[in-house]
């Protein structure tokens, strides 16, 4: 898949050091363009994202509490739930299960499915849970909101682009941010997670090594194109699943300064 040519000043923001995560950050600072908000950057402390919070230690949950995180975002089923509950204590901050897919988990045999026909059906077959999820970012409790998946980049990746998308920040940026994923992750991350799918369905090739581990940036810029051509932009996807004018304006509030 080529690589999206993304603007110089596109440039994602690093990785928190979280113990026991590996693609913890946070998207404050992004400019905000668009003609729905006055020119701004969303808000420090507002909106984080991450890979799943099982392995979280003791350390790592001092750091988390540090970030005034008050609502956490779980898109994961019912089946990652069971195997890989978060290590954060039922009473440390609110936490909200919204999966993204109706189903338990992957199935016991996985065809050759690329990252972008992923994209593609969550886009067209569960937009309306895209939606719910942006409806928590705009309606969580005062402090920040963190939304995470299993390794935080394909549908905490969709949910936070169209969040970012419908509040004004530009899409170079969108895209770096959803991009910077694979890097984060690649390492101990990527082998453990490659090396336990290779257990189960056998060989893996390229598609399911990019689906398992990648976040290229051709992949969310073609999402985005979807949403364009289907919808009509993404701020107009979530109002047609969902989301209302009201839940909106209190997103923009919410993020951006």
Request: negative net charge; hydrophobic residues 45%; aromatic residues 4%.
């Amino acid at each position: 898949m080529d690589t999206l040519a993304l603007a110089p000043e596109a440039v994602a923001s690093p990785a928190l050091v979280i113990e026991g995560t590996y693609n913890f950050r946070s998207t404050a600072g992004y400019a905000v363009t668009g003609t729905a908000v006055a020119a701004g950057s969303v808000r420090e402390g507002s909106l984080f994202r991450s890979d799943a919070l099982h392995r979280l230690s003791d350390a790592g949950k001092q750091q988390f509490a540090a970030h005034g995180i008050a609502r956490v975002i779980d898109l994961r089923d019912d089946e990652e739930l069971r195997h890989s509950p978060s290590a954060l204590a039922a009473d440390a901050v609110e936490t909200v299960h919204h999966p993204v897919f109706g189903g338990a988990g992957l199935p016991d045999t996985l065809g050759t499915v690329s990252i972008a026909e992923v994209y593609r059906y969550i886009v067209e077959a569960r937009a309306e849970r895209v939606a719910g999820a942006v409806r928590l970012i705009a309606d969580a409790p005062a402090g920040g909101v963190l939304v995470h998946c299993t390794a935080g980049k394909d549908r905490t990746g969709l949910v936070v682009a169209s969040a970012l998308a419908a509040v004004g920040v530009p899409r170079e940026q969108v895209v770096a941010d959803y991009a910077a994923s694979a890097e984060n992750l690649a390492g101990e991350w990527a082998e453990r997670m490659l090396a336990s799918a290779a257990e189960r369905f056998g060989d893996l090739d390229e598609t399911l090594r990019e689906l398992m581990t990648g976040s290229p940036a051709a992949a969310m810029d073609q999402t985005l194109d979807l949403i364009d051509s289907r919808y009509g932009g993404v701020e107009r996807m979530l109002l047609d699943n969902g989301l209302d004018d009201d839940a909106l304006a209190r997103l923009r509030d919410r993020l951006v300064a």
